[in-house]
T-cell receptor, first 116, second 114 residues
Framework: AQSVTQLDSQVPVFEEAPVELRCNYS??????LFWYVQYPNQGLQLLLK??????LVKGINGFEAEFNKSQTSFHLRKPSVHISDTAEYFC??????????????FGAGTILRVKS | DSGVTQTPKHLITATGQRVTLRCSPR?????VYWYQQSLDQGLQFLIQ???????AKGNILERFSAQQFPDLHSELNLSSLELGDSALYFC?????????????FGPGTRLTVT
């Protein structure tokens, strides 16, 4: 079975400061990893994904994430946040094994609050 | 705008009732997924269809059912509704069934059971 743990339920940060949102996963098979963002009253939007290759993945809006297989982590980072980054962020895992299907298993979410 | 449409946007109904949520995938996408987002359970996968056939099932209650029609739109039917079914229901679509294909999410249907 696959699972995702997002270590922080809320992360407050000042505008223009760096931020890291932490995500750890558990899986017995190879995985693909994703970060989604949900703005208030909206659906989920894909920020970035790791499928294979380089462990440093760059996404939209200046976000990046690093896949660490030994630590089973996929932390999301941004060097300088803006007020508009205030949202809820979800880490998700999908199996690379067709037998398990390609459903997304989500973490509980981390609310990023950017303060001025 | 992801290209995935869901109707209705909001739905308020009473316990014991039955409702149908509708989803139209992005043009060209063959795979449709349903997810439930609630405060106590978080975001959970319910069911997936690919080109009209059920492909994968998650924690979907027996009171819930879904189908995908020949025009590829999908409906999620929720019956004998309980207060705990109040949640945001998302539909997502992707081109295929392999995980490398991105899932695009609709805006959701907010269901309130009173």
């Amino acid at each position: 079975a696959q699972s995702v743990t997002q270590l922080d339920s809320q992360v407050p940060v000042f505008e223009e400061a760096p931020v890291e949102l932490r995500c750890n996963y558990s899986s017995s098979v190879s995985v693909y990893l994703f970060w989604y963002v949900q703005y208030p009253n909206q659906g989920l939007q894909l920020l970035l994904k790791y499928l294979s290759g380089s462990t440093l993945v760059k996404g939209i809006n200046g976000f990046e994430a690093e896949f660490n297989k030994s630590q089973t982590s996929f932390h999301l980072r941004k060097p300088s946040v803006h007020i508009s980054d205030t949202a809820e962020y979800f880490c998700a895992v999908s199996s690379g094994d067709m037998e398990y299907g390609n459903k997304l298993v989500f973490g509980a979410g981390t609310i990023l609050r950017v303060k001025s | 705008d992801s290209g995935v449409t869901q109707t209705p946007k909001h739905l308020i109904t009473a316990t014991g009732q039955r409702v149908t949520l509708r989803c139209s995938p992005r043009s060209g996408d063959l795979s449709v997924y349903w997810y439930q987002q609630s405060l106590d359970q978080g975001l959970q996968f319910l069911i997936q269809y690919y080109n009209g056939e059920e492909r994968a099932k998650g924690n979907i209650l027996e009171r819930f059912s879904a189908q995908q029609f020949p025009d590829l739109h999908s409906e999620l039917n929720l019956s004998s509704l309980e207060l705990g079914d109040s949640a945001l229901y998302f539909c997502a679509s992707s081109v295929g069934i392999v995980s490398t294909y991105e899932q695009y999410f609709g805006p959701g249907t907010r269901l309130t059971v009173t």
